[in-house]
């Protein structure tokens, strides 16, 4: 397949081709975190409108970590309205109000308001796992679902990361099927003398075209 994405996996980070939605999957450790900054940071680079749900980590962090992949000032972006983060991770334990300058959220929908709100040009969502802990599995299907086609009628992206081997079957291959493309990792760990080295793999899947791309050394 001539000029395919699937020999360049990470290119889809740079340039989600079409829009719609791209599910970063992949066991523990493996970067699925990373990555999805990593494809904010592209946006930003261009002065794409980029939004993030912040969901497993305190937003502070989140910030933090993805100041380190940007030359950009983060700070000045968010002033800007350029950069949006919504905090669903302070409410949960026992605090209503955080930083000021994140937007707290407690549930789905407002999640998806704040987006119809913002219109961001790239959207991510970290992590969707930790969001079915909290909600019904078919509520969280539906909620990213409704992201996924509100972004591909703008012609815009959103990614979503995805713990393997925490849900159901049905319900990991549920996202897979809405999903227009997979980001799929793995992490190998060899013993080489007296150390252990850690190797992270990903391929790029294209689950409605049953496409598949070959596994792909990270660096580290």
Same mark, same amino acid.
């Given at each position: 397949?001539?000029? *395919?994405?699937?020999? *360049?996996?990470?290119?889809?980070?740079?340039?989600?081709?079409?829009?719609?939605?791209?599910?970063?999957?992949?066991?523990?450790?493996?970067? %699925?975190?990373?990555?999805? %900054?990593?494809?904010?940071?592209?946006?930003?680079?261009? /002065?794409?409108?980029?939004?993030?749900?912040?969901?497993? +980590?305190?937003?502070?962090?989140?910030?933090?970590?993805?100041?380190?992949?940007?030359?950009?000032?983060?700070?000045?972006?968010?002033? /800007?309205?350029?950069?949006?983060?919504?905090?669903?991770?302070?409410?949960?334990?026992?605090?209503?109000?955080?930083?000021?300058?994140?937007?707290?959220?407690?549930?789905?929908?407002? $999640?998806?308001?704040?987006? +119809?709100?913002?219109?961001?040009?790239?959207?991510?969502?970290?992590?969707?796992?930790?969001?079915?802990?909290?909600?019904?599995?078919?509520?969280?299907?539906?909620?990213?679902?409704?992201?996924?086609?509100?972004?591909?009628?703008?012609?815009? *992206?959103?990614?979503?990361?995805?713990?393997?081997?925490?849900?159901?079957? *049905?319900?990991?291959?549920?996202?897979?099927?809405?999903?227009?493309?997979?980001? /799929?990792? %793995?992490? +190998?760990?060899?013993?080489?003398?007296?150390?252990?080295?850690?190797?992270?793999?990903?391929?790029?899947?294209?689950?409605?075209?049953?496409?598949?791309?070959?596994? $792909?050394?990270? %660096?580290?």
């Amino acid at each position: 397949m001539v000029g *395919s994405p699937l020999s *360049s996996p990470l290119d889809m980070l740079a340039n989600p081709v079409g829009g719609g939605l791209l599910l970063i999957l992949g066991p523990p450790g493996s970067g %699925k975190s990373t990555l999805v %900054k990593r494809y904010l940071a592209e946006g930003l680079a261009r /002065e794409e409108p980029c939004l993030a749900a912040v969901v497993d +980590e305190p937003p502070h962090r989140f910030e933090l970590e993805l100041q380190g992949h940007v030359k950009v000032d983060l700070s000045e972006k968010l002033k /800007e309205g350029l950069l949006h983060i919504l905090d669903f991770f302070t409410w949960r334990g026992g605090v209503l109000v955080g930083d000021m300058r994140y937007k707290p959220v407690t549930t789905l929908d407002a $999640i998806i308001a704040e987006a +119809e709100a913002t219109s961001p040009w790239r959207m991510a969502v970290d992590s969707i796992t930790t969001l079915a802990f909290h909600f019904p599995a078919d509520s969280v299907w539906r909620f990213l679902d409704t992201l996924r086609v509100k972004a591909a009628l703008r012609g815009n *992206s959103i990614a979503a990361t995805l713990e393997q081997g925490v849900h159901s079957k *049905s319900f990991q291959e549920s996202l897979r099927h809405i999903a227009d493309y997979t980001l /799929e990792l %793995k992490v +190998e760990e060899r013993r080489v003398l007296w150390s252990e080295q850690v190797r992270r793999y990903v391929r790029l899947a294209v689950p409605r075209q049953a496409q598949v791309g070959k596994w $792909i050394k990270l %660096k580290s």
